[in-house]
């Protein structure tokens, strides 16, 4: 076991990176940022539900009801669940889908605005 430190609920010995306490189960972390990421044991579609369950200590299965009961209010739920599909990276350390496609639409709008001669002035290419 690794580092530890107190419950200040109950004062039991904890592991420093730990979301509840194992013996009074009082909550010490809002967000668990190693959970945010949708490739994880588990997964069922594109792995939001697994992602926001595992960062907030929740049960998938609550998550993944939140989510079915949210299409019933304006269809929130497929909008977020793709939402949150977009902007929680697969892989731990990677990028965003998101971000790949915000990459690509800048690499886009700037072949596309300099043409062949280019902008050397223009205010996407940062200070001169
Ligand atoms: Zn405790």
Redesign the pocket.
């Known amino acids: 076991m690794g580092e530890t430190r107190r ?1 200040p ?2 004062a ?1 010995e904890i592991a420093v990176e730990a979301i509840r ?1 194992r ?2 189960r ?1 909550r010490l972390s809002v967000i668990d940022a190693r959970g945010w990421h949708r490739d994880q044991p588990g997964r069922r579609i594109a792995g939001v539900a697994v992602a926001v369950a595992r960062s907030l200590a929740l049960p998938v299965g609550a998550v993944r009801a939140a989510f079915v009961l949210a299409t019933f209010f304006h269809m929130l739920g497929p909008v977020v669940y793709l939402a949150l599909g977009l902007t929680i990276p697969f892989r731990a350390e990677g990028d965003a889908l998101l971000d790949g496609v915000i990459a690509e639409a800048r690499a886009l709008a700037a072949r596309l605005w300099d043409g062949p001669g280019g902008a050397p002035n223009a205010p996407w290419n940062g200070p001169q």
């Open positions: 419950c609920y109950c039991e306490c013996r009074c009082s």
